[in-house]
């Protein structure tokens, strides 16, 4: 490892978080983790955009720690309205925020990279783990997928990530969010038109829209297996649910989308 990685240097307005972890006390991170860790889900994810998004790092910082620890992956912590013209010190916390998620939930990963300084972040103490994403963040310049490629992630790996995503993996996200609004009209169009009883009302109907898509959107960020879309919606939502729920609202949702595919196919014609 070199003396002073190329990411150190403050060019493009670029400041490594570890310069700025320096400037507060071990109390004062203690402090505040403390208090993070009194806060409900939602406020917690909350807060985390908001801080993230206003450019308060140490305090996005902090509240990321406690998502991973909760086992909310950075891909579910993110508006889908978010912003994506980030600076390069949200990048390279985006950056941050990914590795601090895969070194907690895949620390086996470590056998499968090559290098060690790679392993470092991993492995590493909190001091060589920042040295070494500094090191790998190259003040901005290395593209994601080549990080991807170096640490060997998996599909799986990249799709609990919100940044560290190869080409093939970041169009497949691409393409969910731009889907997900359309997605969500249809369903709910769908919904509309169901009658309402006493045992189905206008909040079990509401209730049902955003499980149905919400399982939709899980598909997407997983292998397609229902047990897969179960641990997924349980991440993003903090709720549990059965893989044979999970089946059987997809093929509703499926004969939704087909339905709604077909008449716009019959308004062309």
């Known amino acids: 490892m070199t003396s002073t990685s190329p990411a150190t240097a403050s060019a493009s307005g670029f400041v490594p978080l570890s310069r700025l972890l320096q400037t507060v006390s071990p109390e004062g991170l203690d402090a505040a983790r403390q208090r993070v860790a009194e806060l409900d889900r939602q406020t917690l994810l909350n807060k985390f955009s908001e801080a993230f998004m206003r450019h308060k790092r140490l305090a996005a910082f902090v509240m990321s720690e406690e998502l991973t620890a909760r086992g909310i992956p950075p891909c579910f912590r993110h508006s889908h309205l978010s912003a994506t013209n980030y600076t390069i010190n949200q990048k390279f916390d985006l950056l941050v925020f990914d590795l601090r998620w895969l070194r907690r939930m895949y620390l086996e990963h470590k056998r499968q990279i090559r290098y060690k300084r790679c392993k470092l972040m991993f492995t590493g103490r909190d001091r060589e783990f920042h040295s070494e ?47 997900r609004d359309r997605i969500f009209g249809v369903l709910q169009d769908d919904l509309r038109a169901a009658r309402r009883t006493k045992s189905f009302t206008e909040e079990d109907a509401k209730a049902t829209l955003f499980r149905r898509h919400r399982l939709w959107l899980c598909r997407g960020y997983t292998n397609g297996s229902p047990v897969a879309i179960m641990e997924k919606y349980a991440q993003l939502t903090g709720t549990a649910i059965t893989p044979q729920i999970v089946s059987r609202q997809l093929v509703i949702v499926d004969e939704v989308l087909r339905k709604a595919r077909s008449n716009n196919d019959e308004k062309k014609g």
């Not at 790998?136 to 990530?161: H, M, P, S």
Request: charge should be positive; include cysteine.
């Open 133 to 179: 994403v500094e090191y790998a963040f190259y003040n901005g310049t290395r593209a994601a997928w080549k990080i991807v490629k170096t640490l060997r992630l998996t599909e799986k790996q990249q799709l609990d990530c919100f940044w560290l995503h190869s080409a093939p993996i970041a169009k497949r996200i691409q393409g969910v969010k731009d889907a």
